[in-house]
């Protein structure tokens, strides 16, 4: 329908609900007549038009708001004013909308009272203030309210919205300072808006979902709140303030074998394990000081591997650092020990909320401790050659250094690893203490080791268990007078051990209700293995050529060279391993000991299994046993170690020194020297480790010699060997 339209002016006023007003002194209104043919213009029902674009929409947003729009920043005021102007596009105001119209068919407006909805405002009344003049009356609602609180799991958003038509709320979080680039939103309402018909829309919503707010979008957040008009509030949170991770030392403890412990929890929110922990492990650091006769400040350090996938409030730990070293001499220590855990300064520390959760990691705890040093000074075996079945008399002398009296001390005597002896003994500080003699049977030909150790099971404050045992050695000889035959250059034993593991825990109630923890414990038996190998060489240094066009230093060593060389060849033997009477040679064993004893030790709750400590290795000595051409031991040689350690070592001959029965000279060396009278044929080296390992093992080979002529035989000058 078209009409006739009358422009006039009208004054425009906004109310606010904090009592302010806006007023727009030159209010555009379009009067039109009742009906067509009227002679008046109805001023009663005039109603303002805007032109339909986003500009015209911008400058009456602009005439609404004027002067009241304080407390707001300009990115969110802009936003709002961006938002209403957009409606101008919005595809619903057109033909037969209500609030749509067209002016002389051309240019298009929007009923002013239409569109203030969409600001969140109401058209209230038209109020006349004389015949010619009248007032546009507007209510604007109130600016939305957003606040929030914490809670144990995270935190409540609490709103108030308001408007006057029916609208959707939506609550997002943002990285902090991203508004107004919503791109990178997380809905906190599972996605969905809020829908709101009243006037006031009030509500809350509960965020629990913080690691993966954090994850997304970082520590510092901002929650926003938009009403459905494009007016918003914002609230920035700090996530890491409302995380509670906190781990906590509890105690220290120092065991009397000097093995430092540490029991700590967990205090906070429960989290999958991985999130904050590094797959290493927690950092763990022990500061240790120790005053006392001897010892020096020590660091340990490790990762704390026994954590569960899930993290858990009052979940419980327990860490080993490992053994404290005293220092090796007797007497009164003071330790004190400064224990961290999850060290903060470690680039893998795992993470806790809030930063002053760091300051309690540490804990510090001291002992005074006396410790005495008990020593195997020697045992003996005599005679130490015996015929199979014969009796020897062992004795042992063992001290105690220190401040005080040791009681009840227990002494064990073994042959190659067999328990042969035990007694208990009082022993009085700093003195030497006789323990025996006491017969022993010699069975089995061979090299049998007598040991004795002070305090096996490791009962005392021993400072230094490395020198609780002595060693002393006893051939025990077949009737024919030989020692017992070799039975192989490798050894290897097997052996099991059980450990106890917490696997998880019951729950009961005492009888006032209240909970109690009773951890399960599982026994795991594990096997372990070891192994020792045995090799040996000799060199004459028969193979060596001479020349005596060229003498060098060598020929001294070679002298025989020039017949012991074609003679090998034609025999199908080495030149290195023939000699002549009268010469010597030289002889390298190499032994070899390996073991997997606790890598394999079973994990469980609360540090468990715990390791038993101790460490096995090869032998501590070679024995050399040498037989004649007739088969006759002449002589026991102990090796002398050279190279390598405990496990991997080589061994030699001892520096001899020799004197030629020819020129009198003196030779320095390490090589045992063949009487210049033995006749031609095999000299025999038999060689044997004594026990070695966790269960004694042994192993020996044998080497031959072949004498062939007299030194006599070698008179160089006259020599030349042809090839």
């Not at 042969?420 to 022993?427: F, P, S, V």
């Not at 039975?487 to 009961?508: C, L, M, Q, R």
């Not at 320095?668 to 095999?682: A, F, L, M, P, Q």
């Not at 093992?697 to 035989?713: E, N």
């Amino acid at each position: 329908m078209t009409r006739a339209w009358q422009l006039t002016q009208w004054k425009g006023i906004v109310n606010y609900p904090d009592s302010k007003q806006t007023i727009i002194p030159n209010y555009d209104v379009f009067n039109v007549k009742p009906r067509d043919g009227d002679p008046d213009f109805d001023k009663e029902n005039g109603f303002g038009l805007v032109y339909k674009s986003p500009e015209a929409l911008s400058e009456m947003f602009d005439a609404f708001t004027k002067g009241n729009n304080g407390g707001i920043s300009s990115k969110q005021w802009n936003y709002y004013r961006d938002t209403f102007a957009a409606n101008a596009n919005d595809e619903v105001f057109a033909y037969k909308n209500p609030f749509y119209y067209t002016v002389e068919h051309s240019f298009e407006f929007l009923r002013t009272a239409g569109i203030v909805q969409r600001m969140g405002y109401k058209f209230d009344r038209t109020k006349k203030i004389s015949e010619d003049e009248r007032q546009a009356i507007y209510t604007a609602s109130a600016w939305p309210e957003l606040s929030f609180t914490r809670t144990f799991q995270g935190f409540k958003l609490s709103y108030k919205a308001y408007g006057f038509t029916e609208r959707n709320i939506r609550i997002v979080a943002t990285k902090k300072g991203a508004f107004p680039d919503l791109k990178h939103v997380m809905s906190l309402t599972d996605g969905k808006m809020i829908s709101a018909d009243k006037d006031t829309a009030t509500g809350s919503v509960s965020v629990t979902n913080l690691n993966a707010l954090r994850e997304n979008l970082g520590n510092e957040i901002d929650v926003m709140l938009e009403d459905g008009y494009g007016r918003t509030a914002i609230k920035t949170i700090n996530i890491a303030e409302l995380l509670n991770m906190d781990f906590i030392p509890d105690s220290l403890t120092l065991t009397a074998n000097n093995q430092l412990w540490v029991k700590f929890h967990y205090n906070g929110e429960d989290y999958t394990t991985s999130d904050y922990v590094s797959e290493r492990g927690i950092p763990m650091l022990a500061k240790v000081t120790i005053t006392g006769p001897d010892g020096e400040d020590q660091t340990l350090q490790g990762m704390y591997t026994g954590s569960s996938k899930k993290t858990v409030n009052g979940q419980e730990y327990s860490y080993y650092f490992g053994n404290v070293q005293v220092g090796e001499q007797a007497g009164r220590y003071k330790i004190k020990a400064s224990v961290t855990v999850n060290n903060p300064s470690h680039e893998e520390h795992a993470v806790e909320y809030p930063d002053k959760a760091y300051d309690n990691n540490t804990i510090t705890d001291e002992w005074t401790r006396d410790y005495t040093d008990l020593i195997a000074q020697s045992v003996t075996v005599d005679p130490d050659k015996i015929t199979d079945g014969d009796k020897a008399q062992i004795t042992a002398k063992v001290k105690s250094v220190g401040p005080t009296t040791q009681n009840d001390v227990l002494i064990r005597f073994t042959d190659n690893g067999r328990t042969i002896y035990e007694a208990m003994k009082t022993l009085a500080a700093n003195q030497v203490t006789k323990v025996g003699p006491f017969q022993w049977s010699g069975k089995g030909e061979g090299n049998h080791q007598i040991m004795v150790n002070v305090d096996p099971k490791e009962q005392t404050s021993d400072i230094n268990y490395s020198n609780n045992t002595a060693i002393g050695t006893c051939v025990v000889m077949g009737a024919d007078g030989k020692a017992g035959s070799c039975k192989g250059d490798h050894a290897s034993a097997h052996w099991t051990v059980t450990y106890p593991t917490i696997t998880g825990y019951n729950t009961d109630k005492d009888r006032r209700g209240r909970k109690h923890k009773k951890p399960i414990w599982k026994y795991k038996t594990v096997t372990y293995r070891e192994s020792l190998a045995l090799s040996a060489t000799v060199n004459t240094k028969q193979g060596i050529l001479t020349d005596p066009d060229h003498p060098k230093d060598s020929d001294r060593e070679s002298r025989g060279s020039w017949e012991i060389i074609p003679w090998s060849r034609d025999h199908g033997k080495d030149p290195n391993s023939v000699t002549r009477a009268g010469y010597g040679f030289e002889l390298t064993v190499k032994t070899n000991y390996d073991t997997d004893w606790e890598s394999k030790v079973p994990k469980g709750y609360e540090g468990t299994a715990r390791r038993m400590g101790g460490s096995y290795h090869g032998p501590s000595k070679v024995t050399a046993y040498i037989y004649n051409t007739y088969g006759e031991k002449i002589d026991t040689v102990q090796m002398e170690r050279i190279a390598g350690n405990a496990d991997e070592a080589t061994w030699v001959l001892p520096k001899h020194t020799a004197v030629s029965p020819v020129t009198g000279e003196k030779y320095v060396d390490r090589k045992w020297y063949i009487n210049e009278n033995t006749r031609d044929g095999e000299y025999t080296i038999k060689i044997t480790t004594d026990v070695s390992g966790k269960n004694g093992l042994i192993a020996c080979t044998g080497k031959v010699v072949t004498i062939y002529g007299s030194m006599y035989d070698d008179t160089q000058d006259l020599r030349i060997y042809n090839k």
